[in-house]
């Protein structure tokens, strides 16, 4: 396997707090060669200024709602052979561009998306998905964890996550990118379907894993509770329009306007909404429905390939050494844990009392990653729910599991 040179593109707006949690997970993934293009509005640029990264990584301003155009941007301004997307409220495994480009070894690869990991750090949020013409998607079973070649099947496309996904500069180039008419949602769908009618093939990497944390946004609380839903009913206006055009979309307007109302009305129920904010919501579908079916929808040009030099992430905290710290609180392992991510290691502390609580999993501001739960609690959601190990044999086990995307660790008890 080559390390091929990688551009991993950031697009951030208005959440400066996660952006400067991902970067700080970036700093330690372990790759020989990349670059970091962030996109950025204002508040962005001021965290990466804050961060004193300016100059470590390509920054470009950009204050739009229209993640598809500044996914373009970024294009513009890479210099890699392949370009890897990562959203600002995503972390990735320190191995996760290692694996994400092994596929791409081969000459017939195109793309290639990995798992997501959801708001536990643990369970999945997204494994592998078709995407079909009217925007629907279905699961696709991938066994075991080496990477799997996928071919689309016709008028179909396979799903990459725009969270964690990758592709060939030339060919995403050749394509225009991102269409523009998609704000926000179906972006990257609508690029799989294009990429399928090219009969293009995909790997799905399961070990190219990261965290996805759902941070609140001006659509959504954090608790993922909609607050707008313009941009996706457009979205999907303008997606039937390219991809299913002639047919009459009331049916499939009418079957995704019931579903963003039973979301918002799980919502009304738990309390997180009121009647007048499912009626507000509502009316935001119905008038986005309406700026997508007269939205502007143009041919694409190609990206010019005259980015600036290669400039490769200088790391400053990551050796590549990995090791745990397992105990019984948090409160006496933290500053173990901070001394150690000084030191360049990359280092996950494990805080378990002995209860049968689920184990739950973040990647700390301080760079460590921190995972909590009983010492006879599961980890993995499918397990059994009782366990009954002792810590250091419990540690050991949650080491392992880890091990392919984190690395193999020592095991400090402390």
């Known amino acids: 396997m080559t390390s091929r040179p990688v551009s991993v593109i950031v697009v951030s707006r208005e959440r400066p707090e996660a952006l400067r949690l991902c970067l700080t997970g970036l700093e330690q993934v372990i790759y020989d060669a990349f670059e970091v293009v962030v996109v950025a509005d204002p508040t962005g640029i001021a965290a990466v200024e804050a961060m004193g990264w300016t100059g470590r990584i390509k920054l470009v301003p950009f204050d739009e709602a229209n993640i598809a155009a500044a996914r373009n941007l970024g294009i513009a301004a890479s210099a890699g052979e392949i370009l890897a997307f990562l959203d600002d409220d995503a972390v990735p495994e320190p191995y996760w561009l290692a694996h994400l480009t092994e596929p791409f070894d081969s000459p017939t690869i195109s793309a290639a998306g990995g798992f997501v990991r959801g708001r536990n750090g643990i369970s999945y949020q997204w494994r592998a998905r078709d995407i079909a013409p009217d925007g629907t998607s279905s699961p696709i079973v991938v066994a075991g964890s080496d990477p799997v070649i996928l071919e689309p099947s016709p008028g179909h496309g396979i799903k990459t996550e725009g969270c964690n996904m990758a592709y060939l500069r030339v060919m995403l180039s050749d394509l225009g990118g991102f269409d523009p008419a998609f704000h ?7 690029l799989n379907l294009r990429l399928g ?12 894993e990261v965290h996805h944390g759902y941070r609140e946004s001006s659509r959504r609380r954090r608790d993922r509770t909609p607050l707008d839903l313009f941009e996706i009913a457009a979205s999907q206006a303008v997606f039937l329009r390219k991809h299913q055009p002639g047919i009459d979309t009331a049916p499939r307007r009418a079957l995704f306007r019931a579903e963003q109302k039973a979301r918002a009305d799980r919502a009304l129920v738990s309390g ?7 009626r507000r919501l509502m009316r935001s579908f119905d008038a986005g429905w309406t700026a997508g079916q007269n939205r502007p929808v143009l041919p694409l040009e190609p990206i ?53 609580r689920p184990h739950k999993l973040r990647f700390t501001t301080e760079g460590y990653w921190l995972q ?22 419990r540690a050991k086990r949650e080491v392992a599991r880890v091990a392919q995307v984190r690395g193999a660790a020592e095991l400090r008890l402390v």
């Open 272 to 278: 997180a909404l009121e009647p007048r904010d499912l």
């Open 197 to 208: 009618a090219l009969n293009a093939r995909t790997a799905i990497v399961p070990m190219a």
């Open 304 to 356: 010019p390939l005259d980015a600036p030099d290669f400039l490769p992430l200088k790391r400053q905290s990551s050796t590549g050494a990995s090791i745990a710290l397992a105990g019984r609180s948090h409160r006496r392992l933290r500053p173990k844990a901070k001394t150690a991510v000084k030191e360049g290691h990359i280092v996950t502390v494990y805080a378990m009392k002995p209860t049968m």
């Open 372 to 393: 909590t739960g009983g010492i006879f609690g599961r980890a993995k959601r499918s397990g059994p729910r009782l366990i009954l190990q002792s810590r250091k044999k």
């Open 184 to 190: 926000f949602f179906l972006d990257e769908s609508d």
